[in-house]
């Protein structure tokens, strides 16, 4: 069952679609991926052994990027954040932050999915810039 909703930012929407235009199958892996972390009690500290979870410490700070493939040959890279409620506004889920602080329902948001050699640098620095004014 899952405890996490899954949203996409709406940036991250063309990303989105390029896999599933493109790399249907990797597209697949991907949607399995996220539902796994959906069912975690916190994402950012998955439980399930096939899950890769870090925190992008430069380029998006507070945002987290989760390996899709299998092991060994991991060439996708979803990068998102976590949102909660709190006193009935959404806001994100800091890295600090225990995530029983927060109201349900509590969501994952897909922000940047890419290729690993494109998943860092300056696109991911500008999706920040540009979602945290938001």
Do not use: C
Not at 30 to 38: D, E, G
Not at 44 to 63: C, I
Not at 109 to 133: N, W
Request: without cysteine.
């Amino acid at each position: 069952m899952r405890k996490w909703r899954i949203l996409f930012a709406q940036e991250a929407e063309a990303d989105l679609g390029f896999f599933i235009e493109k790399y249907p199958s990797i597209w697949k892996q991907i949607r399995q991926t996220m539902v796994l972390l959906a069912q975690e009690d916190d994402p950012r500290h998955p439980k399930n052994p096939d899950l890769n979870v870090a925190m992008v410490e430069h380029d998006a700070p507070g945002w987290w990027r989760v390996y899709v493939g299998k092991p060994g040959k991991q060439w996708v890279r979803v990068i998102f954040r976590m949102i909660g409620t709190r006193s009935g506004k959404d806001v994100e889920i800091e890295r600090l932050d225990r995530v029983d602080e927060f109201d349900e329902p509590k969501a994952i948001q897909i922000t940047f999915v890419s290729f690993r050699k494109d998943a860092y640098g300056k696109p991911l620095r500008d999706r920040y810039k540009r979602m945290q004014k938001d």
